[in-house]
């Protein structure tokens, strides 16, 4: 249970049903705003805003550039 405005990758990962590994990625690629890593007496811990609020990400490959055809 998070404790106060702030809740960990491992309760993030509950929360959503998925794994810790996911949520490390979606921090990577600005998926939770307003997460900050934080230096604790056993290493960093990352703590992400609690509710919990995921964005949206695209996924897949980048659209093609639309070159435009020269006449003539």
Do not use: C, D, Q
Request: no cysteine; charged share 30%; proline share 8%.
């Amino acid at each position: 249970m998070p404790i106060g405005k702030w809740g960990t990758v491992a309760e993030a990962a509950e929360y959503y049903g998925i794994t810790k590994h996911s949520i490390y990625k979606a921090i990577n690629r600005g998926g939770f705003r307003g997460s900050k890593l934080v230096e604790m007496p056993r290493g960093p811990v990352w703590l992400l805003p609690y509710p919990f609020k995921r964005l949206g990400l695209k996924v897949g490959r980048p659209a093609e550039k639309k070159s435009k055809e020269r006449k003539g």
